[in-house]
Nanobody, 122 residues
Framework: VQLQASGGGLVQAGGSLRLSCAAS????????MGWFRQAPGKEREFVGA????????YYADSVKGRFTISRDNAKNTVYLQMNSLKPEDTAVYYC????????????????WGHGTLVAVSS
């Protein structure tokens, strides 16, 4: 599975962005998809994940209620809708694919895309 994230950019605090992650391959609908982020000088951290059907999601406490993950298996794409953005959301955002469930650790995901930068100004 090859993944390509897009949609990052510069936004003011309180604004919204939607990230997309397009996947290649015919087995996309079998994978759990996760979003992670890495801020400058910090470790990559879990943001959220979605089940293969899209029926289950799980979020980090820091984004719960503000971010929403969805997927369109017909388009081989997963989305991260980010609302009420804060300066502390500034990071490079990565999508990842795995088969081990709604996992929160990097090692549980097998495929990673290149990141897309989100910068939130105060």
């Amino acid at each position: 599975v090859q993944l390509q994230a897009s949609g990052g950019g510069l936004v003011q605090a309180g604004g919204s962005l939607r990230l997309s992650c397009a996947a290649s391959g015919r087995t996309f609908s079998s994978y759990y998809m996760g979003w992670f982020r890495q801020a400058p000088g910090k470790e990559r951290e879990f943001v959220g994940a979605i089940s293969p059907s899209g029926g289950s999601t799980y979020y980090a406490d820091s984004v719960k209620g503000r971010f929403t993950i969805s997927r369109d298996n017909a388009k081989n794409t997963v989305y991260l809708q980010m609302n009420s953005l804060k300066p502390e959301d500034t990071a490079v955002y990565y999508c990842a694919a795995g088969l081990r469930g709604l996992r929160t650790t990097r090692s549980q995901y097998d495929y990673w895309g290149h990141g897309t930068l989100v910068a939130v100004s105060s």
